[in-house]
Structure formats: structure tokens, C-alpha cells
């Protein structure tokens, strides 16, 4: 089995053009296994010059640009937001759907974001689909009826098979921003749960589907989060914000 490992950058509401520059002049001699993937999610405003700085020098074909978010509709008047459409137009290939934020914050609900899946694939978009539990939900034994719950609505919507083309970040919401990571065991525990739960409708695509770990991935904890049978990379938010950082946790991820 090959499965694809994928390191994504959310940048969140920070950065400017410095981050931009800074970030692809110090990917340049960045050092890749053979089947990973990196993602790169700055705010809508610098979409188009990282997508266009990284092509004029000629990084690493592995280095993508992706959105933070896109809008479950084609066009029309939806002000602020931005379509599946205008991210293939910028050559953008990957969006991120689902962070926590969105959900706790801009109150996104798991139908809502079972539709943005839905939109990303049909534009041709790779999804990364954020799910995770809260704090509370842990300490009282949620954490998989949270999980599923917040799957199953797009199962539902994809179809099964679909999946074979969308990748999970699972980021337990009381990690993100935090300092406090899961250990790698529960980690892999709740990964292996996940991946479980995919191979009891289709154990072909659980077992393709990259699932990321996400909340407090830094250099120093990458390399044994990665290690995990069940673990396929990460979705980096701090640490991502500084390119010899962020460099470390691409180089210590392999596919499987
Ligand atoms: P963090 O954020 O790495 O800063 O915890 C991760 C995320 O929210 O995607």
C-alpha cells in the first residue's frame, strides 16, 4: 500500500508579502521524501502571488498553494467569499474545510461543510476536511460519536468512494493553538479509529485516505507524530509561520 503524506501550512489571519517572500526563498533547498505533498494556506489576499512566486522559482513540484476556506456555491452574491471556481482559476489545488474556527466561530455546521467537500471535488479541489473534538467532549468519552458525527454528513453527501480524493486533519480542538499536542498514542488511537471508520463502508478508500494530525505540531514532536502507523502528516498552524520551522516538519514526513 502507498499512501500519499502531506504537510499543510495554515497560516490563519497572519502573515504579509515578507511571509510570502520569506517562505519561498527558504523552501527552495527543502529536502522531500518521494511521495509527500506540502500545502501552503496563506489568507485569500496572498493567494495568487504565492501561487505565482512559487512557480517562478521553480520550487519543488510538490509544493502546493491551498485556500483556508471556499464557499459551497458557484457565484452570486455572497460578499466576502470566495468560489472553487476562482481557486482553480489561480491554479490552487487544495482548500482547507471545516478548521474548528469555522465551525465554533463562523458557526459552519457539518451539513454546510459536507457541501464545500462536495464543491471542491467537483471543481477538481483536493478538500482537507477538519474534524476534531473539544476539550469537554474528551473528558467525557465523545471524542468518536464527535468524530462521526462529523463524517458521516459528508459521507453522505460524497458518497464513500469519493473519499478517495479528499484527505482528514484530525485536530483535537483543545490542541490547536495550545502548546498541549495529543501524545502519539492517542493520537494514533483516535487516527486508527478514524481510518476504522472509513474501512466499515469502503476499506479500499480507508486505506488510501491521508490523515493528517493537527494542534501544536512543531519541529521538535513532528517526527514522532509521523511515525504513527496511522499518520499520514500534518496540518501546521504556528509552526508554520516560520519557514525554517516549518521546513524541519516537511522533511520529516514520509509516505506510507
Ligand atoms: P496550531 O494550529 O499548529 O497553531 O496548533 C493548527 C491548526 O489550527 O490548523
Not at 187 to 216: C, D, M, W
Request: proline residues 2%.
Amino acid at each position: 500500500m502507498t499512501r500519499q503524506a502531506i504537510v499543510a501550512a495554515n497560516w490563519k489571519m497572519n502573515g504579509d508579502s515578507a511571509l510570502v517572500d520569506a517562505m519561498v526563498s527558504g523552501m527552495a533547498d527543502v529536502e522531500l521524501a518521494s511521495n509527500v505533498d506540502v500545502v501552503i494556506c496563506p489568507s485569500s489576499p496572498y493567494l495568487s502571488a504565492l501561487s505565482q512566486k512559487i512557480n517562478s522559482a521553480k520550487l519543488n513540484e510538490a509544493i502546493n498553494v491551498g485556500s483556508q476556506n471556499v464557499n459551497e456555491h458557484d457565484s452570486g452574491a455572497f460578499t466576502g467569499e470566495i468560489s472553487t471556481a476562482m481557486l482553480k482559476d489561480l491554479n490552487i489545488n487544495y482548500v482547507i474545510v471545516g478548521h474548528s474556527e469555522r465551525r465554533s466561530i463562523y458557526k459552519e455546521t457539518s451539513t454546510q461543510v459536507a457541501k464545500k467537500v462536495q464543491a471542491a471535488l467537483n471543481a477538481g479541489l483536493t478538500p482537507i476536511l477538519c474534524i476534531g473534538e473539544s476539550e469537554a467532549e474528551r473528558a467525557t468519552e465523545q471524542t468518536e460519536t464527535v468524530l462521526s458525527a462529523q463524517l458521516q454528513p459528508v459521507i453522505d453527501e460524497v458518497g464513500i468512494e469519493k473519499f478517495s480524493g479528499v484527505v482528514i486533519a484530525y485536530e483535537p480542538v483543545w490542541a490547536i493553538g495550545t502548546g498541549k499536542t495529543a501524545s502519539s498514542a492517542m493520537a494514533q488511537e483516535t487516527h486508527q479509529f478514524i481510518r476504522q471508520f472509513l474501512a466499515q463502508q469502503n476499506e479500499l478508500v480507508a486505506a488510501k485516505v491521508p490523515l493528517l494530525y493537527g494542534g501544536s505540531v512543531n519541529a521538535a514532536n513532528c517526527e514522532e507524530l509521523f511515525a504513527q502507523a496511522d499518520i499520514d502528516g500534518g496540518l501546521i498552524g504556528g509552526a508554520s509561520l516560520k519557514a525554517e520551522q516549518f521546513k524541519v516538519i516537511c522533511s520529516a514526513a514520509k509516505g506510507k
